[in-house]
């Protein structure tokens, strides 16, 4: 006979699993979490290599050599942006006209849901100017794009100036193979999803923009530059984009052999490489990378322009200059070489990029962790919720043996209607539901009645409904009679046990780092809560300490922690509420996913749990 | 890195069917040929122009080489010097030149093609520039095996196979045809190298056996008297970094004995005589003859696709076929799958109108 059809077998197996559940859920628990932190330790990582043969090795001769016609550039449009008070298109158009490129200009307007108070804007009126390179030889079916951002103040300017360097010197070069389109965009991420909208023709966020009047083909890759002095000490590249995608890992190799090359130090995530990975400092440092990563990856919000790109299927990174307060500057010239040779590597490109890795996590620009290995750290973070769920399920099919674990007595019903055990869930959803749409359409009347902007006012609301949705096990109790036995409530862990292992599972294929951040909090309270008297309070309090708002703010903490910037907890308090309403801007505005996901999914399962706790 | 690239090029040398480059030089007619597609096997473009530069040096003229480029480098958008190939950076040396004959271009050149130019297998219009007219007393070189090429058409005396590919040994280890001397820039289990890169062009412009082969053709000139020894020992460990191979037990020359310009270049005997030699009688009759032929022959139609089946069949009279493609390809690496297709095999059944055009086909323009 079979495993599981031989009686006597399953019923040792069944008591195996109930027996070392805890045991288990512990040991998978710490294997999880282990495996996690040993990613970051150098021996189990992998060196970077590149893998596309197009693209080959850093053979080719840089010779870019107007730096100081960059600066003269800079100043020039530092000049003209303050004289317009904005962006200086006419100026800009001129400038790229006269070096030869084609040019267009595209304008823009998008409302947001309520005023920015970070960025201070509300309503959004724009133009995107674009010069098109167009390639001497070759078919105009494919481009690649370089961006630099026009900000507001002093920031960018020397991107700007050295993008129109590059521009002319690009212009008098024969071997370009696909048109190169230099961008200069307006308020930053709105106006790169302004362009890239137009250029794909799609509309996904409800922005109005003027028709796109020059196109080049299917852009291939792109680059965004952020350079705000005339030296720089050292070059940051920025790869998590929207929903924490990211750039085949590639583009993140040609950046770092060209940094080699041309003998420009680059970091990730702010931090230089280190050597002395056998020791705790050096380990720690490679760990603190990774962990920054996951951090911003989880955020889900683009941390550069190029975020946008990649929704697109266009491989794109940020490359920001960083001056520091170290001795050795580089100049103009040395960045102008660094992206003429990345640029000239991407011409070779036959393809898209597609040989080297999607899914990723970086420790270091020499060492990654693909897929392969980082997801057994979650699977065994998914057991504990299987192993569970496992042990619910035998002792709600066995009402005997739940008789002996459980501390009631009396009172055995048969098993709950479904009434009793999908109401909780139907209105932890409801909830959820209000949370999503409730604070951005009730802000006028949040205005009205109490005296708080815009920006405050809904993120006040979500926190209000938030903080409403705890106390809702005690009226769903009221409302419905006989609902609480020592079935329901283990039905209902059942259901809500499985429903978070399916929500964390589908997170983490798309977004690793979220799913992840989310899973050590939640699972090892979600599997060992019981709504028994005694420990309400501690099971409570625990709860509590996961729920996705606690992870937030933590998250927050921690992410001050590592970038060596800590914060008291007034301020992680600030940055809290300014991250709730950039979460619901970045929804409108671009399309992000992570807030919907947490209000509503994550909260709900959350509150699902909260009722089993409260379970009378 | 580069040795990273050439495994993945190996690869794909392996699996698919035209993506190898392989060069065949008959001592009196001769046949170029590069398969390799796209911008970064640029090397393989300049080893194939380097040699045909080199052999038509020795004196062979363009009338009798064929040549085949499958992909366009000198026009290609990211050539920073278009209209040129170079080989050697250094030398400077423009091996694409304004006299250069590409006979087959592009998509023209397949496997199918090049079946076609080895065994002479054409529809009548193919142009003379598309055929390889050899005959048996030519001497056959050539450069990337297609070990099968058996004697049996008499298309050629003696062969010389030089291989410059990664395990480049295996090609040459299933050759059973007399009269066949095989050079290999690698053993089984190496990868071949690429020499050198050129910073402006951005691409590697040699291979490292090619280019000290190249180096040591320079030194020969139509009355040099270098043997096959010397060949052997072109590009030692040291210096190709791969370890070269050669065969030479089914050649019935001793390689001391056969000369360099033998293969590599058209050296023609003299003879001189004091008699009268009688040409073929009625010559003219059997001109007329050959057109009225021509006149009386009603419309072939073309079949759409090659008989290799038919080939294989008047080769072996009934060997398997999948047999005659494993030894085509010389290697157990290339997977089973490539085989002919369908279409072939149908031609099979196509009738004997069709085989007797072939075989007048052969008769005429040889």
Redesign the interface.
């Known amino acids: 006979m079979g495993l599981l059809s031989d009686p006597n077998r399953r019923r040792a197996l069944t008591s195996l699993v109930t027996r070392l559940n805890t045991p288990l859920c512990v040991l998978c628990y710490l294997v999880g979490v282990s495996w996690f932190m040993g990613l970051a330790f150098e021996p189990f990582m992998l060196r970077t290599y590149m893998s596309e043969n197009a693209m080959g090795s850093t053979m080719v001769e840089e010779k870019f050599v107007f730096g100081e016609r960059a600066i003269s550039y800079t100043r020039e449009f530092a000049g003209q942006k303050k004289k317009t008070g904005g962006m200086p298109v006419d100026w800009l158009v001129k400038t790229m006209k006269s070096r030869g490129l084609e040019v267009y200009t595209q304008s823009f307007s998008q409302t947001l849901p309520f005023p920015d108070e970070v960025k201070e804007r509300y309503m959004v009126r724009g133009t995107n100017v674009y010069g098109i390179l167009r390639a001497p030889r070759g078919p105009r079916t494919e481009s690649i794009v370089l961006s630099a951002p026009c900000s507001e103040g002093n920031n960018n300017n020397q991107a700007v100036g050295l993008l129109l360097a590059i521009a002319s010197y690009f212009r008098s070069q024969i071997y370009w193979a696909k048109d190169i389109i230099f961008l200069v965009n307006e308020h930053d991420l709105i106006g790169t999803e302004a362009w890239l909208e137009a250029y794909h023709d799609v509309n996904m966020t409800g922005l109005r923009s003027s028709p796109m009047q020059g196109r080049a083909g299917a852009i291939q890759a792109a680059l965004s530059l952020e350079l705000s002095s005339d030296v720089i000490t050292s070059m940051d590249v920025a790869l998590e984009g929207l929903n924490g995608q990211l750039p085949n890992l590639d583009l993140v190799n040609l950046f770092y052999a060209f940094c080699q090359k041309t003998g420009v130090l680059c970091t990730i995530q702010g931090k230089l490489q280190r050597n002395d990975w056998d020791t705790l400092p050096g380990y720690t440092h490679s760990l603190s990378t990774m962990l920054l990563m996951v951090l911003k990856q989880g955020s889900g919000h683009p941390q550069g322009d190029h975020g946008l790109f990649l929704r697109y299927h266009i491989e794109a990174v940020t490359m920001r200059g960083i001056n520091s307060f170290r001795q050795y500057k580089f100049d103009m010239t040395t960045v102008g070489k660094l992206i003429e040779g990345m640029f000239r590597k991407l011409n070779n490109l036959l393809e898209r990029f597609h040989q080297s890795y999607f899914f990723y996590l970086m420790p270091s620009l020499t060492r990654f962790v693909s897929i392969g290995y980082y997801m057994p750290a979650f699977g065994f973070l998914a057991l504990i919720l299987v192993l569970r769920a496992l042990d619910l399920w035998v002792q709600l099919s066995d009402p005997a043996r739940a008789l002996e674990d459980g501390v009631s007595e009396g009172e055995q019903d048969s098993s709950p209607s479904l009434l009793s055990l999908a109401t909780p869930v139907i209105i932890c959803h409801l909830t959820g539901l209000a949370l999503y749409f409730l604070p951005v359409l009730s802000q006028e009347m949040a205005i009205q009645h109490f005296p708080v902007s815009e920006t405050e006012a809904v993120v006040l609301t979500a926190i209000a409904i938030y903080v409403a949705g705890l106390a809702l096990p005690h009226n769903t109790h009221r409302v419905l009679s006989g609902a609480g036995t020592e079935r329901g409530w283990r039905s209902l862990k059942l259901f809500s046990l499985l429903y978070l292992a399916v929500l964390l599972g589908c997170t983490t294929l798309i977004n690793f780092s979220l799913g992840f951040i989310l899973a050590v909090t939640m699972i090892p309270v979600a599997a060992f809560i019981q709504p028994h008297r005694s420990s309400k309070v501690l099971h409570g309090v625990a709860l509590i300490l996961v729920s996705p708002a606690t992870t937030l703010l933590l998250s927050i903490y921690l992410y001050h922690e590592l970038i060596e910037y800590p914060v008291s907890l007034l301020e992680c308090w600030q940055h809290f509420l300014t991250a709730v309403s950039q979460g619901i801007l970045d929804h409108h505005l671009y399309g992000s996913l992570l807030y919907p996901l947490l209000a509503l999914f994550i909260y709900p399962c959350w509150l699902q749990f909260w009722n089993i706790v409260f379970w009378k | ?2 040795a ?2 050439l495994v ?2 190996c690869l794909t040398v392996f699996t698919l069917l035209f993506l190898f480059c392989y060069r065949i030089t008959v001592a009196t007619d001769e046949i170029e040929v590069c398969t390799s597609r ?3 096997n640029y090397r393989h473009v300049a080893n194939t122009l380097s040699v045909y530069r080199s052999v038509k040096r020795l004196g062979i003229p363009d009338s009798h080489i064929v040549l085949m480029l499958a992909d366009d480098m000198a ?6 010097k ?1 209209a040129t190939v170079f080989s050697h950076k250094n030398m400077e040396l423009n091996v694409y030149g304004d006299d250069v004959e590409v006979d087959y271009r592009g998509y023209e050149v397949t496997v199918e093609n090049f079946l076609r130019v080895l065994t002479g297998r054409f529809p009548p219009s193919t142009p003379r520039s598309k055929r390889l007219l050899s005959d048996d007393r030519s001497n056959i070189l050539i450069y990337m095996t297609v070990p099968l090429i058996s004697n049996s058409f008499c298309r050629y005396n003696e062969l010389l196979f030089i291989i410059d590919t990664c395990q480049g040994a295996s090609m040459y280890e299933r050759f059973y045809s007399p009269n066949v001397m095989a050079l290999a820039s690698s053993q089984v289990g190496e990868d071949s190298l690429s020499h050198q ?4 062009i ?3 412009l040699m291979d490292r056996y090619t280019f000290y082969l190249l180096e040591f053709l320079e030194d020969i000139h139509p009355a040099s008297q270098a043997n096959m020894n010397d060949l052997f020992k072109v590009c030692p460990k040291s210096l190709c970094v791969s370890t070269p191979g050669h065969r030479i037990d089914l050649f019935q020359r001793n390689p001391r004995s056969v000369l360099i310009t033998d293969f590599f270049g058209s050296v023609r005997k003299v003879e001189i005589t004091t008699e009268p030699v009688k040409l073929i009688p009625n010559i003219s009759e059997k001109d007329e003859k050959l057109t009225e032929e021509v006149m009386l022959t009603e419309p072939q139609k073309y079949v759409e696709q090659m008989p290799v089946a038919e080939i294989i069949h008047q080769i072996y009279f009934g060997t398997f076929e999948r047999y005659w493609i494993g030894k085509f390809h010389g290697v157990s690496r290339i997977s089973p799958e490539v085989r002919i297709s369908k279409p072939y095999q149908t031609i099979l059944f196509g009738g004997s109108v069709y085989k007797n055009s072939y075989r007048r086909g052969l008769s005429r323009g040889e």
């Not at chain 2, 890169?197 to 402006?200: R, V």
């Open positions: 890195m580069a990273c690239r993945s090029w796209f911008w970064f026009c290609n958008h990211r050539n920073p278009p890169p050129d910073l402006a951005g691409v590697h």
